[in-house]
């Protein structure tokens, strides 16, 4: 079926180090998926970061970027250098599109806690 | 001020009883969304709502019965519950026909059935 599988959590660095969060998913029903990485700060809802519709594409935001790879049905979340205000729990997941999905698929989301 | 609201923040039941979540999104979106993650789990969609209609059900149970009395509340009743309904439930909006596909989130119900 339809499913994402992320980095399991809880995943620690330290200030100014970099990271990447795995993504890869499984789409048996639509070709071409659109991705996303929501985030969840303490306390708050899921916000989108960023999303990518394109295989090949690269999107980024807020110092994350994430690339479309269709070959290896990946989505790897990387940030060169993290701040101690990246401390939440990210989501990678498949989305909705007008010829696809019309709901999200998620993963169980990735915890990050970013040491000063 | 937060765009989508949903309470109580904390809700602690006793197995078999019955209680409502409550989800209001001051977004202006015509589409809204349940979304439940259990310890260990996926985030994982449950229903959608469009112009107060249901469009997708991906829940089994008919013990878990959305509620929409206005175009910007999508309210969650669950009825005898189990200790297995214990989750953290999300309702989310969208403005369909848009191409977005962006939903937004509220900060979730957290549900602790004894």
């Known amino acids: 079926g339809d499913s994402v599988t992320q980095t399991e959590g809880p995943v620690t660095v330290s200030e100014s180090e970099s990271l990447i969060i795995n993504c890869t998913y499984s789409?048996?029903?639509?070709?071409?998926?659109?991705l996303f990485w929501y985030v969840r700060y303490p306390g708050e809802g899921l916000q989108l970061l960023l999303k990518?519709?394109?295989?090949?594409q690269k999107g980024s935001s807020r110092g994350f970027e994430a690339t479309y790879n269709k070959e290896t049905t990946s989505f790897h979340l990387q940030k060169a250098s993290v701040q101690e205000s990246d401390s939440a729990v990210y989501y990678c997941?498949?989305?909705?599109?007008?010829?696809?999905?019309?709901?999200?698929?998620f993963g169980k989301g990735t915890s990050l806690t970013v040491i000063p | 001020d937060p765009k989508i609201i949903q309470k109580p923040k904390y809700l602690v039941a006793v197995t078999g009883s019955e209680k409502i979540l409550i989800c209001e999104q001051y977004?202006?979106?015509?589409?809204m969304y349940w979304y439940r993650q259990s310890a260990k789990k996926p985030l994982e969609f449950m229903f959608s709502?469009?112009?107060?209609?249901?469009?997708d059900n991906q829940t089994a149970s008919s013990r878990f019965q959305p509620q929409s009395s206005k175009k910007n509340h999508l309210d969650l009743q669950i009825t005898a519950l189990k200790p297995d309904d214990s989750a953290t439930y999300f309702c989310?909006?969208?403005?369909?026909?848009?191409?977005?596909?962006?939903?937004?989130f509220g900060p979730g119900t957290r549900l602790t059935v004894l």
């Open positions: 997941a498949l989305g909705p599109s007008n010829t696809g999905y019309q709901n999200f698929y």
């Open positions: 990518v519709i394109t295989a090949g």
């Open positions: 709502y469009s112009y107060q209609k249901l469009m």
């Open positions: 789409a048996t029903s639509i070709a071409y998926p659109n």
């Open positions: 989310a909006s969208s403005q369909e026909g848009t191409g977005g596909y962006e939903q937004y």
């Open positions: 977004l202006g979106h015509n589409a």
